[in-house]
């Protein structure tokens, strides 16, 4: 048996009251486990905490919104997704506007955001009039693919299910588009696609390392042995294996590395370089500088990671460092930059404008204001939140249909958001 550390206390506390830890049944589930084959670490704890297909937090609960346990962007204003959708839109023209192009959503909530796009996509409708769409959703959550659905297809078209298959759902959405759902990005069907990730990389699991004397320690979950139903945060006594996704300059004391985020942007960039397309990231995150971010939320507030498992919400901030070294040679990619700027760049005052003119109802103006205040004041998401593209390389050289080929300016101020949206 190893002997493990005892660990920091990172970003918990570790210090709550045994009242203020319910033994939930996530607990006893990991307790049983760690009894069994030893201390987990830091990622399988997330894993089995957040998707565990029996008891996992996102799989059988809407923790979204006001009344759950934290709000997203579309959720807060549907600027946030109009405008996503105009970018989808941009670069499908600026790329030689496609007969036809799959849009994939990864861990797409409520169907809010992609509810949003397809409202453009219609209003666009003389644009896109003759180009085949075809919505694909991946998504682990039985729960939120319940809530997807009701928000996205037609009610009259019964939906096909078959939980055995990797397309476990089908159906048509409310303006008639084919939908379906997986649960792995490598069960969609490969083709000319737009990507989107809306805070999905930040709930995949990360390793936690911490450096020592020794080098560098994985960060690992126990029980602790003064109080049975409790975990507390160990240090490994020797190397691990997920060690190997540490940079060798590293000069961090403590790191957090994503191996999943890691092998999703592995595929898409693989995907994206041989059919083209783009993928759209946005994320709280960093570009390789912070050290301990991994955190737990609950009813809006922070909340211990080790505490009532299965209760909260946990994630850690993206590596956009770390998601840029794994698309490169590949494709391109663009950013991070905040979400401010982003939203700017596509054009959300005019937007606003036009929604504020339309209204005449004091409580919608009021939510309109608030929503672009939340989304854009750089104390609030504005400057949090960021956005990450993935380009094929063509797109940044100025291939075959890039009609501004003999433009000076660099082609990257061309991709809509990250510089002025300007329709080609
Ligand atoms: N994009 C949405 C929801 C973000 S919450 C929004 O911005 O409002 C994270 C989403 O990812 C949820 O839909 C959750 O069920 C899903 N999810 C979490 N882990 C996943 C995984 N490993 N594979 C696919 N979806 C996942």
Redesign the pocket.
């Known amino acids: 048996m190893l002997r493990f550390i005892t660990g920091g206390n990172y970003f918990s506390s570790g210090n709550e009251p045994a009242e203020n830890n319910p033994v939930t049944p996530m607990l006893r589930h990991l307790i049983y486990k760690i009894k069994s084959t030893g201390p987990i670490t830091v990622a399988e704890y997330m894993k089995e905490v957040?998707?565990n297909p029996a008891k996992g937090y996102?799989v059988y609960r809407d923790m979204?919104g006001e009344q759950g346990d934290f709000i997203?962007?579309?959720?807060i204003s549907q600027i946030f997704g109009e405008l996503l959708g105009i970018w989808f839109i941009s670069e499908w023209m600026a790329t030689g506007k496609s007969t036809a192009f799959q849009l994939v959503e990864?861990?797409?909530?409520?169907g809010?955001?992609v509810g949003d796009i397809l409202r453009v996509f219609t209003q666009l409708g003389s644009v896109l009039k003759n180009c085949d769409i075809s919505v694909h959703l991946?998504?682990?959550?039985q729960k939120?693919s319940e809530i997807q659905a009701l928000t996205l297809t037609e009610e009259k078209v019964p939906l096909e299910r078959n939980a055995g298959s990797p397309v476990y759902m089908k159906g048509v959405t409310k303006s008639g588009i084919p939908i379906s759902w997986y649960?792995h990005l490598h069960d969609v069907p490969k083709g000319y696609s737009f990507y989107l990730a809306?805070?999905?990389f930040d709930?995949?699991p990360v390793h936690k390392f911490q450096k020592t004397p020794q080098g560098w320690r994985e960060v690992f979950i126990d029980i602790d042995p003064q109080i049975s139903d409790k975990l507390r945060f160990v240090l490994a006594p020797s190397a691990t294996p997920a060690e190997a996704f540490i940079q060798h300059d590293e000069t961090r004391d403590h790191v957090e590395v994503c191996p999943d985020a890691g092998v999703i942007i592995e595929e898409l960039s693989q995907r994206i370089a041989l059919t083209g397309g783009a993928a759209l990231v946005a994320d709280y995150g960093h570009d390789g500088t912070k050290t301990d971010t991994f955190r737990g939320f609950c009813g809006h507030k922070l909340h211990d990671v080790l505490i009532a498992p299965g209760t909260a919400d946990l994630t850690a901030d993206v590596d956009f460092s770390y998601l840029r070294r794994m698309a490169q040679g590949k494709v391109a990619s663009l950013g991070p930059i905040k979400q401010h700027t982003f939203l700017k760049n596509m054009g959300i005052d005019v937007r606003l404008k036009v929604l504020l003119d339309k209204s005449n109802e004091p409580s919608v103006r009021q939510q309109l204001l608030q929503g672009y205040d939340m989304l854009m004041n750089p104390k609030k998401m504005g400057e949090r939140f960021n956005f990450f593209a993935l380009l094929p390389h063509e797109r940044l050289q100025g291939g075959r249909h890039q009609r501004n080929a003999r433009q000076s300016k660099p082609f990257a101020s061309l991709v809509a958001g990250f510089s002025e949206l300007a329709w080609q």
């Open positions: 957040l998707t996102y979204l997203t962007s579309p959720e990864l861990g797409p909530g409520r809010t955001l991946v998504e682990v959550s939120l649960r809306h805070e999905f709930v995949l």
